[in-house]
C-alpha cells in the first residue's frame, strides 16, 4: 500500500482548487505568455495556460504554493490540456512531451519543499489530464452525426505521451479529469494501463467525470452510475465528479456515485455557476458548508475545487471538513 493510500484510510485528502483562475488574476499578455523563447513565434498564444510551464514557471509554482499554504495535500500539474490534440490549436503538439515533463517538475520541487517543512503532512503531485478538445463518440457536426473528429488510438497515442511526461517529471499519480464522453477517458485509462506494464511501476489513478446539466448524465448521454461501471475495471485510487456544476448541484451525483462505487469518492466543484461575465459568485463561506455537508453525509474521501475557487475557497472548506471522518470504502463481495 502506498502512502497516499494510507492516509486515505484515516482521514480526508484536500486537492488543490483552479489553476486557470489563478492564472487569469495575473492578466498576462501576448508578450508575457510568448517569453523569450517564443518571442518571434508565427502564431498567436496568448491563452495556452500549460505553456506557462516553459515561459513563466515561477508563476505556475508561485500559484501551486499559495493551494499548499492552505493546507491543500494534493497539487494538480499544470498541464489539463498539455495533449497532442489540444496543443494543435497552438500549433505546438511538438513540445507536448516537454511541458509535461517541466509541469510535473515545478509541482514537485514545491510540493517536497512542503513536505519537508512538515514531515507529518506529505504533499503530492496529480499529473492533470484534460479531457482533450475532440470526443471519440459524439459528431461535432449537426448535419453529419457519423463523423468524428478524432479516435480511440490517437486519443490512446496523444495520452500515453502525455502521461509519460507527467511520471518522468515526478507526478506521484494522475488525474483523469473533466470527462465528458466516457471513450475519452477509455483511451487514457488503456494507455496508463500499458504505462503500468512496460515501467513495472504502481501508477494511481484518480478518475473524475463532469455532468453537463441537471439531467445527471455526461455530454456522451451516460449517467453516474453507467460512468462508474464503465472505467471501474482501472481499479481507481479514486472515482468523482468536478466541473461544470456548483456544489449545491453536484450533491445528488456524488452521492449516488458514493453510495454505488467501491473505491474512493472525489469532488472538486465549481464555486458556483457562471454569471453573465463567466465569473464564479460562490463565497469561500457558501461553499465549505456545501463541501461540508457532503463530508458530514459520509460521501467525500477527496475534496478541492474547480473553476472559480480560490485558496480562500480551499482554505474554508479545510477548515469545515478536516475533522469530519473518510467515507469508508465498502468491500466488494465476489458471488
Not at 472505467?231 to 451525483?253: E, K, T, Y
Not at 471522518?325 to 463481495?333: G, L, M, S, T
Request: charged fraction near 25%; hydrophobic fraction near 40%; proline fraction near 4%.
Amino acid at each position: 500500500m502506498n502512502r497516499i493510500e494510507q492516509l486515505l484510510q484515516d482521514r480526508i485528502l484536500f486537492l488543490d482548487g483552479a489553476m486557470g483562475t489563478m492564472i487569469q488574476k495575473h492578466k498576462l499578455t501576448e508578450e508575457q505568455y510568448r517569453g523569450k523563447r517564443f518571442a518571434d513565434y508565427q502564431h498567436d498564444i496568448k491563452g495556452n495556460n500549460d505553456l506557462l510551464c516553459l515561459t513563466q514557471p515561477q508563476i505556475i509554482e508561485e500559484i501551486h504554493g499559495q493551494f499548499l499554504a492552505v493546507g491543500a495535500d494534493i497539487i494538480e500539474t499544470n498541464t489539463f490540456n498539455a495533449n497532442a490534440i489540444s496543443m494543435e490549436d497552438y500549433h505546438m503538439v511538438d513540445l507536448v512531451y516537454e511541458i509535461n515533463l517541466e509541469g510535473a517538475k515545478i509541482a514537485r520541487k514545491i510540493a517536497d519543499e512542503y513536505t519537508a517543512k512538515n514531515p507529518d503532512k506529505p504533499r503530492f503531485v496529480a499529473g492533470s489530464i484534460g479531457p482533450t478538445t475532440k470526443l471519440a463518440s459524439m459528431s461535432p457536426d449537426v448535419s453529419n452525426p457519423g463523423f468524428r473528429a478524432t479516435d480511440f488510438d490517437r486519443l490512446h497515442a496523444a495520452f500515453k505521451e502525455q502521461a509519460k511526461g507527467l511520471l518522468d517529471g515526478g507526478a506521484d499519480l494522475l488525474l483523469i479529469e473533466t470527462i465528458t464522453d466516457t471513450l475519452n477517458a477509455k483511451a487514457a485509462i488503456f494507455a496508463i494501463m500499458e504505462l503500468r506494464e512496460e515501467r513495472s511501476e504502481e501508477i494511481p489513478v484518480m478518475i473524475s467525470g463532469t455532468i453537463t446539466d441537471a439531467s445527471g448524465r455526461t455530454l456522451s448521454g451516460q449517467t453516474v452510475e453507467a460512468f462508474w461501471y464503465s472505467v471501474s475495471h482501472a481499479n481507481p485510487l479514486s472515482i468523482g465528479l468536478n466541473c461544470a456544476l456548483g456544489a449545491d448541484q453536484m450533491r445528488p451525483f456524488i452521492k449516488e456515485l458514493s453510495d454505488k462505487a467501491w473505491c474512493r469518492i472525489s469532488a472538486h466543484p465549481n464555486a458556483g455557476l457562471p454569471n453573465e461575465f463567466g465569473e464564479y459568485d460562490e463565497t469561500p463561506e457558501s461553499m465549505s458548508e456545501v463541501v461540508g455537508e457532503f463530508a458530514s453525509s459520509g460521501f467525500l474521501n477527496i475534496v478541492g475545487g474547480c473553476c472559480g475557487t480560490t485558496p480562500e475557497h480551499l482554505k474554508a472548506i479545510i477548515d469545515r471538513v478536516q475533522q469530519e471522518k473518510p467515507r469508508q470504502v465498502p468491500e466488494v463481495v465476489n458471488s
